[in-house]
Nanobody, 127 residues
């Protein structure tokens, strides 16, 4: 069983920054590709970014490219999302997710691929 706990959400003004963290239980963290998704009220959950098992490859949705940065520290079993130049449309509940399938690679945006999810952390950007 894999457990994920997000933290770092909050209220920020447009143009500001936040850093989200996702702590993952288990001793095989480095074998998981991971991702961040977000869901705004009344909208479907959408892909934000993904990072490979080693951290050497990252993928971003067009809406966040150039503003958000995903990273991971395999020694700490933790993934991060640095969010800069935040916009009101970035407001959502942000979820981290784990892809335990060792054969998937590249840009994987389908939520159904990810087997484990955190409880989510709220990010609100005021205008």
């Amino acid at each position: 069983q894999v457990q994920l706990v997000e933290s770092g959400g909050g209220l920020v003004q447009a143009g500001g920054s936040l850093r989200l963290s996702c702590a993952v239980s288990g001793r095989t963290f480095s074998t998981y590709a991971m991702a961040w998704f977000r869901q705004a009220p009344g909208k479907e959950r959408e892909f934000v970014t993904r990072i490979s098992r080693s951290g050497s490859s990252t993928y971003y949705a067009d809406a966040v490219k150039g503003r958000f940065t995903i990273s991971r520290d395999n020694a700490k079993n933790t993934m991060y999302l640095q969010m800069n130049s935040l916009k009101p449309e970035d407001s959502a509940v942000y979820y981290c997710a784990v892809d335990v399938n060792p054969t998937t690679a590249g840009l994987v945006t389908r939520a159904s691929v990810y087997e484990y999810w955190g409880q989510g952390t709220q990010v609100t950007v005021s205008s």
